[in-house]
């Protein structure tokens, strides 16, 4: 199994431009998260979805974030337009019900 | 509503000596708990977890964690430490309702040679 898959693995983008996410889980699993981890405010849950349908966007910063999962493998966190104060590093996650998440390698991202 | 507390930022223990990684959880109903380590430019990695059955749990690495319900405490040791231990840990607690984890703010562990 090759595990959370996330790309691109580093992006280094320009304030004001779109960044686009991708993340394919681990085939099965029926949840996905995207979290979002710095320094100043540790990892933090930005939305899950369950069956493909978001459950919890709580934790989503503004309007200028979106998430999408259109089908059971294939999700992407969309940030338009990007500002530097959202440099941090993007970790998409899955698990099978109940049970315990598996992280992928994450984004690193950077805006200018 | 759920949280989970990890009271110390960092932790330093010599190599070869005991280890343990303080959590304490708040949580409606009996919580499924969780620990994961992060090493540097990676994701976070599942160590071990605790849904019912024996109080103590053993997970990878040689890492295990006591589920103490009156303490509302989970704490993760480690009988011998090593160097290759040194890492950021998470502790994470889920109520028995919905998939949302909490994780704590994480502790780094450093482990002197």
């Known amino acids: 199994d090759a595990g959370v898959i996330q790309s691109p693995r580093h992006e280094v983008t320009e304030m004001g431009q779109e960044v686009t996410l991708r993340c394919k889980p681990i085939s099965g699993h029926n949840s996905l998260f995207w979290y979002r981890q710095t320094m100043m405010r540790g990892l933090e849950l930005l939305i899950y979805?369950?069956?493909?349908?978001?459950?919890?966007d709580s934790g989503m910063p503004e309007d200028r974030f979106s998430a999408k999962m259109p089908n059971a493998s294939f999700s992407t966190l969309k940030i338009q337009p990007s500002e530097p104060r959202d440099s941090a590093v993007y970790f998409c996650?899955?698990?099978?019900?109940?049970?315990?998440?598996?992280f992928g390698p994450g984004t690193r991202l950077t805006v200018l | 509503a759920q949280s989970v507390a990890q009271p110390e930022d960092q932790v330093n223990v010599a190599e070869g000596n005991p280890l343990t990684v303080k959590c304490t959880y708040s949580?409606?109903?009996?919580?499924?708990l969780f620990w994961y380590v992060q090493y540097p430019n990676r994701g976070l990695q599942f160590l071990l977890k605790y849904i019912t059955g024996d109080n103590l749990v053993k997970g990878s690495y040689g890492f295990e964690a006591e589920f103490n319900k009156s303490q509302t405490s989970f704490h993760l040791k480690k009988p011998s430490a090593l160097v290759s231990d040194s890492a950021l840990y998470f502790c994470a607690v889920r109520d028995r309702v919905g998939d949302k984890i909490i994780f704590g703010k994480g502790t780094r562990l450093h482990i002197l040679p």
């Open positions: 996650a899955s698990s099978l019900a109940y049970n315990e998440q598996f």
């Open positions: 949580v409606s109903g009996n919580p499924y």
């Open positions: 979805f369950n069956n493909n349908v978001p459950i919890d």
